[in-house]
């Protein structure tokens, strides 16, 4: 198929042209990040855009660089909408992290230059600010509720108001803290995981968390997708004296019919969606009263123009956002983030995630979290840049999460969700 069956299909405002479409990929503190470069005709300009999809990061790069840059080469940088509904349908079969992954490196990437074209960030573009900066939350954890009260008490100090809390369950199906010895040695799987003692240990964590941390700090807390509606009731019902900011991920999304009556009967609200991989994942949730924060992966869904979209039901809906930003967000994906707080009624809360001076190496302009609040760049587009050099001394490896994933069972051996 020759170039020109993909021209532009009007003519374009500006003889700018896309010449390039590449994903690079780098890991500067152990986590694969997959970052999508356009180039233009026009020396100096190009986007960058976040396509982090950690555990399967080789798919992506190979649909970014075989697949869709053919499709983007020769147009204008300008119609966004129009190239990312094109990459979207032109595979016939929609959806999913890996295309939604690559499309978002197009779209946020197509934002950047747009920022970059105008001279302003990209929240500008959005129609500004309505807040100054996002609030965020960072996570403490620990094999025993001592030291996760410790570390919360240190993030504290540090300026942090909301602090999410795990503890270590026994054996290595665990979540969110250390790995810690098996309570089932006689067990047909003696490393599993007990949704019962999960049950049992949660509450007894925040009952020391409100007995010894400031009354003033916001406490959440991730189930990680492991219990059934009735379990996820009966934590709510008992975490409700400890006035949780949210619960998280309480349902597998394989259960997330179920979520409106489990809100409905839960004290605590509920934050859900960051294993949405589309918008209409996303459009489910906020529409059908399943979440009070919605915390999806803004790449998983394909980039900012969803995650706007979504951002605006959610304000009409009365839900608040809480996008997924752990350290498997990249720089720029973390800037888009916060491009939707600072721009967006319905902003609840933030995930931060505090990099480290080799990813500040590569990715000049990531944003630094101060006294627990994260404030955009003002720089034209995302304010964030990539020295592909030093990208290159951390080259990205396959997640460590699948062989995590296979031991994540229950102690008769059954794989639970991970």
Known sequence: MSIETFANPWPAREDITITSVRAITTAPEGIALVVVRIDTNVPGLYGLGCATFTQRWKAVVAFVNDH???????????????????????????????????????????????????????????????????????????????????????????????IRLQVSTPGGGGYGAPQVPTEYPDAPYRDGWSSRDYLRRTPALFEAARDKLPGNLELLHDVHSRLSPKEAVWLARALEPYRLFFLEDVLAPEHWDRLPEVRAASPVPLAVGELTTSLQDAVRLVRDHGVDFIRSHVSDIGGLTPARKIADLADLCGVKTAWHGPGDTSPIGAAANVALDVTSAAFGIQEGHVYSEATHEVFPGTLRITNGWLHPNEAPGWGIDIDEAAAARYPAELSGHDAWAAGVRRIDGALEAP
């Open 68 to 162: 869709l840059a053919r499709l983007l080469i020769g147009r204008y940088p300008g119609d966004i909408g129009d190239l990312t509904r094109l990459a979207g349908y032109s595979g016939y079969w929609r959806g999913g992290p890996v295309t939604n992954n690559a499309i978002s490196g197009i779209d946020q990437a197509l934002w950047d230059i747009a920022g970059k074209r105008a001279g302003m960030p990209v929240h500008e573009l959005l129609g500004g600010k309505v807040r100054a900066a996002a609030d965020t939350y960072l996570h403490a954890s620990g094999r025993t509720i001592e030291e996760t009260i410790d570390q919360a008490q240190e993030l504290a100090e540090s300026g942090l108001r909301h």
